[in-house]
């Protein structure tokens, strides 16, 4: 008798039915926080460029000019009482490159020079960001420029205001004059100007405008002679006017000399934290890595790198 064999069992595929997908383990994706600047945030490659925040630069302009017109005018007002010269004081005791402007016979013309000399440089400065900007073809440039030399002239004035105030040094016309009246027992000084004698303005300003023109010059036109005549030009315009301010009796050549470095230096300055380059890239930045030992702990791998 035949037996029925048993029907074939079924494939476990079959079975189970349509084969579905892996499932792995989910792995929380590794996370870095980074704030290393991106090469989109550099300045083009051959070219200088620079950024100006209208508000904060202007903000910064106007309180600089306040507060170097209010100092101006507290002088004007005669209230701040200059220091008297001693009849006993030895001129000997200056600073050896001092000594001769407090017994020179000042020259009347040289003042008049000097503020000539100054207005010359002032000029330029009106007028360098307009030609700037009709040699770049662009009008933000020429805004840009103006801003920097409004910027590094009111930072010198007020600068220039608060030194004088502090210092309050005699002019030399006031050594002069104290030496011509010597035998007046009545006399005093009663200028409150002739006792403003540290540092130079004159000096300062047109090394302010010298330093931004010059630096602005191989900044735009580094393959060219136009920085270097710039230099050249600006370094005789602000030795001419140092050497006037010292034969007009109005300061010291050490007066002139602190004047001239501290104006330049501004003139350098300013330019250079407006630089697209070094505002946009970073100069220290951290990166921050997430870690998982293999016990399970969590941790991390900080970084920190910069640019000096």
Request: no cysteine; proline share 7%; aromatic share 6%.
């Amino acid at each position: 008798m035949a037996r029925a064999e048993d029907p074939p069992a079924p494939e476990s595929a079959a079975a189970e039915g349509p084969a579905k997908p892996e499932v792995q383990p989910s792995k929380a994706p590794e996370r870095q926080v980074s704030l290393d600047p991106s090469q989109s945030e550099v300045a083009p490659s051959g070219r200088t460029t620079f950024d100006i925040d209208p508000i904060a630069d202007s903000a910064m302009i106007a309180v600089s000019l306040g507060f170097a017109g209010t100092l101006e005018l507290i002088n004007s007002t005669g209230e701040i009482r200059p220091q008297q010269i001693d009849k006993r004081f030895d001129r000997s005791q200056l600073i050896w490159i001092d000594r001769g402007a407090a017994t020179q016979t000042p020259d009347p013309n040289a003042g008049r020079y000097s503020t000539i000399g100054l207005g010359v440089a002032v000029a330029y400065a009106l007028i360098d960001p307009i030609m700037s900007g009709v040699r770049e073809k662009s009008v933000q440039t020429g805004v840009a420029d103006a801003f920097m030399y409004a910027e590094a002239l009111s930072f010198t004035m007020a600068m220039t205001n608060i030194v004088k105030m502090a210092v309050r040094r005699p002019r030399p016309i006031a050594y002069i004059d104290a030496a011509a009246h010597k035998d007046d027992p009545n006399y005093t000084n009663g200028s409150t100007d002739s006792a403003l004698s540290f540092f130079s303005g004159h000096a300062a300003i047109t090394a302010t405008i010298s330093a931004t023109a010059t630096y602005l010059a191989f900044a735009r036109a580094p393959h060219s002679a136009r920085p270097w005549i710039t230099l050249l030009v600006g370094t005789g315009l602000t030795t001419f006017v140092s050497i006037e301010r010292v034969r007009a009796g109005q300061h010291f050549p050490t007066d002139v000399i602190a004047g001239s470095i501290a104006g330049a230096g501004m003139g350098l300055v300013v330019p250079h934290l407006h630089r697209t380059d070094d505002i946009k890239q970073r100069r220290i930045w951290v990166g921050f890595t997430p870690l998982t030992t293999h016990e399970g702990e969590h941790g991390g791998l900080l970084n920190v790198s910069g640019v000096f």
